[in-house]
């Protein structure tokens, strides 16, 4: 039923397109790598160096606590930042380059 | 048409109403209960005759002696008036839907209509399920920090969804996992793979469900546990054929509103008790004698305490509940990767109009996910401190009780009105979380076989919208059907294995399933085919012969321990205790009933140290797509691959998509 309306190979080889899919993976791949380390370490540093988790920084509130914490708090920072420069960078990319086709 | 279906719907109500009554099987005024919930013969149930035994201890537990509840008891008039007003407004909810469900798109995805901010809190509700509300709570209440840990990775697996899975989704697929998957690659046979891997992740999650709603219910509402399994999966059927994808997602944002206010309740109720103050909190309860006899004595089992060791600051150190860290890793791997190939929470994507909108919900799902774990947090040390968790324990031992206890302490107590209210909301919200969680998983098994497997596979794509969704109906009630069955069957079964199952398959199959096909360009068929089929099979053999399974060896060996003790005590002249007798007479049957039987598939020990299989699974089914891909190489695939790719970046082409 789909009616060919786009050439996607053409579409592909845009170098506004391309700027926009290299922009893209560099950043979403980048930083999904970047918290996923963030994230691992929590369970490879409590299970291997609970001595680490053990002191004390805030009273008795120690190290562990506030690094479960702030994986809270990462996964925040990262969420808002990709919005933020979604918003403003790749939404932005991509409504000109679909005007420009068309 | 209209009409149809609200006939139906009273026929769904009929059939709940005995499905409810039947308790009255053990109490004899209970149908009456059921029309008046003031009735009073609920409230003091060592008034009936003929009360069942089960209720005597809760009786004796709530007279002023100042004796340790062995059970929750909450006011079963409140909680069932409870219970009915969420039921009502949920079918007017349905009501309404059904009035707006007319094609496949509205009744797979709300036809697209959905708000960022409502899709948002739907998938939140998703996430915050009864383990997590109820069992994360107990487990902090009970292994300190280590239950804390647990929820990182529900709160975390938002980020690869956000960023590599959400609007790829949205902007390349239509209705389930076969769409994304079968876009560039043999339809027919991927579909099908497909269809099987959905139906067999979202059953796995769904049984496990079904048999904790039941159990749940059965302790609530003191009803047999099969009445509570064929009413939960009569509405769950009710809301999914008539209100389809609208009903579901409305339900599922009334539960996480009334979860997320009770939650927040109760943490600021946990809060104003410790004046506010984080530091002075902790500081009692790494001070407080129960919770530090509790760490010796039941978790450590030092039966004398080791001198200068500070058995409360353990409480707020790793290593209490999480033994293995590779275990561990292996449990983050699944959540960092299943949540985001599991297809209930696939499909939410596609009820969104825009990849703008997807992405937005998943931010708010975070973000209400977020506090929901923090404020879960607060709860269960809050119950380890007000409660103690001796006497969470001792109402349940995996301390699945400790936030309906504290609902009742902080509202007042056990008996009073505050106390009995509170309760009775905190059940309503477990109840509304059970139903709309069980709702989106049959929403999605039957999406993928009426839509993969009849309209794609057996019509060929070429069935007129009212098929569709008659279809997809029928298949819905199937779904609901099989479930329940499965439900009531499984009763003895242990359901813990089936969860880890489902997450372990989504992140093994369908989760290198998805990226490849949206960002490799050679994937192909053998691909798909070979990742699916790879990663539930392996996931599936390693969660078989991994701890969470039960190996019958194992229990009669435990039970052989307690026997000797017991009898070695009566034989140096003791006189056993009461519990200790009981103990020991079940000790007895369990060792004759497991002596000499193996665990399902034939083993008297695990061979797969771990109970999560990720860390091996995930690998192997990764490998096998690639494997497979390159060994069956397909021209046709990588020439579409520009299509998909500059779909799933632009989000070029996607009101067309629901044409291909």
């Known amino acids: 039923m789909s009616k060919e309306s786009y050439n996607w190979s053409e579409i592909a080889r845009n170098p506004k397109y391309l700027e926009l899919k290299r922009k893209k993976r560099v950043f979403l791949f980048g930083w999904w790598i970047a918290a996923s380390i963030y994230y691992f370490s929590l369970p490879l540093l409590s299970g291997y160096f609970p001595s680490l988790f053990k002191i004390k920084l805030i009273g008795v509130i120690n190290f562990g ?10 996964a925040i920072f990262v969420a808002m930042y990709y919005t933020k420069v979604a918003n403003s960078d790749f939404d932005r990319l991509t409504d000109e380059l679909v005007k420009e086709i068309q | 048409m209209f009409t149809k279906i609200l006939s139906a719907l009273m026929l769904t109500l009929l059939l709940a109403a005995p499905g409810f009554a039947e308790e009255p099987s053990k109490q004899a005024p209970q149908g009456a209960a059921l029309v008046q919930p003031s009735a009073s ?118 980020i690869a969804i956000l960023l590599v899975i959400a609007e790829p989704c949205r902007n390349a697929g239509k209705f389930t996992l076969g769409d994304i998957l079968s876009f560039r690659t043999a339809p027919k046979p991927v579909r099908a793979v497909a269809a099987i891997s959905t139906v067999t992740v979202s059953l796995f999650y769904l049984i496990a469900q079904m048999v904790g709603a039941g159990k749940l219910m059965q302790v609530l509402l003191d009803i047999p546990y099969r009445v509570s399994v064929i009413g939960v999966g009569i509405l769950m059927v009710g809301y999914v054929v008539f209100g389809g994808m609208k009903a579901t997602t409305w339900v599922q944002i009334i539960k996480a509103g009334l979860l997320m206010s009770g939650t927040v309740l109760l943490a600021f109720l946990v809060m104003a008790k410790a004046g506010m103050n984080p530091v002075g909190f902790f500081t009692d309860i790494v001070g407080n004698q ?48 299943g949540a985001a190939g599991l297809p209930h929470i ?60 504290l609902a009742q302490l902080l509202g007042g107590g056990a008996g009073s009105l505050g106390g009995d209210m509170f309760l009775a909301f905190i059940c309503a919200v477990a109840f509304a979380t059970i139903l709309a969680v069980v709702s989106g998983l049959v929403l999605a098994a039957s999406a993928a076989i009426a839509h993969d497997v009849y309209v ?75 990742a699916l089929l790879v990663g539930t099979i392996s996931a599936l053999g390693l969660v078989v012969i991994s701890p969470v399974m039960t190996y019958p060896q194992k ?42 039987q193996t665990s399902m598939v034939g083993l008297t020990a695990p061979i797969f140290p771990l109970k999560n299989p990720g860390i091996v699974s995930v690998p192997l089914g990764l490998i096998a797509a690639i494997i497979g891909t390159l060994l069956f190489r397909d021209r046709r695939a990588e020439d579409m691959f520009d299509e998909i790719e500059v779909r799933q970046i632009t989000g070029l082409g996607i009101s067309k998509a629901s044409d291909h």
């Not at chain 2, 242990?494 to 989760?511: I, K, P, Q, T």
């Not at chain 2, 000797?564 to 020991?584: I, M, N």
Request: glycine share 8%.
């Open chain 1, 65 to 74: 606590y506030l690094f479960i914490l702030s994986q809270f708090l990462v």
């Open chain 2, 41 to 158: 013969a609920l409230q003091a149930p060592a008034a009936v005759p003929g009360q069942p035994a089960a209720a005597a201890p809760a009786a004796k537990a709530a007279a002023p002696t100042g004796g340790m509840p062995t059970k929750v008891k909450p006011n079963r008039a409140i909680t069932i008036s409870m219970f009915m007003t969420i039921i009502g407004i949920t079918l007017c909810v349905v009501i309404w839907a059904a009035r707006q469900t007319k094609s496949a798109s509205d009744f797979y995805t709300a036809g697209g209509g959905i708000t960022g901010l409502q899709n948002g809190w739907a998938i939140a509700g998703d996430y915050m399920s009864a383990a997590s509300f109820l069992g994360m709570s107990g487990l902090i209440s009970l292994y300190g920090i280590d239950g804390f840990m647990y929820a990182v990775g529900p709160m975390f697996s938002f």
């Open chain 2, 290 to 337: 129960l919770i530090q006899d509790h760490v010796r004595m039941n978790v450590l089992k030092d039966a004398l305490p080791k001198a200068g060791f500070d058995y409360g600051q353990r409480f707020m150190e790793p290593g209490l509940f999480l033994k293995n860290p590779l275990d561990q890793v292996s449990l983050g791997i699944a959540w960092a990767l």
């Open chain 2, 346 to 405: 696939l499909m939410r994507f596609f009820t969104v109009p825009s990849a703008k909108e997807a992405r937005k919900s998943i931010v708010i799902a975070l973000f209400i996910n977020s506090s929901f774990f923090f404020l879960i947090n607060i709860i269960g040390f809050g119950a380890a401190l007000y409660l103690s968790p001796q006497l969470i324990s001792s109402v349940d031992k995996g301390g699945n009780m400790a936030t309906l206890l």
């Open chain 2, 456 to 530: 794609n596979i057996v019509m060929d794509g070429k069935a007129d919208q009212h098929t569709q969704v008659k279809v997809a109906r029928i298949t819905s009630l199937f779904v609901g059907l099989a479930a329940i069955v499965m439900g009531l069957a499984a009763e003895k079964e242990n359901v813990v294995a089936l969860v880890a199952l489902a997450f372990a398959v989504a992140a093994s199959g369908n989760f290198p399933a998805v990226m490849l096909s949206l960002f490799w360009k050679r994937f192909n068929t053998a691909g798909v085919i070979s």
């Open chain 2, 555 to 596: 229990i009669a060996d435990d039970a052989k321990k307690i026997v000797s003790t017991l009898e070695k005590k009566q034989q140096e002249g003791a006189v056993l205790a009461e519990k200790d007798l009981k103990l020991l007479d079940k000790s007895r049957t369990d060792y004759t009933k497991n002596n000499g």
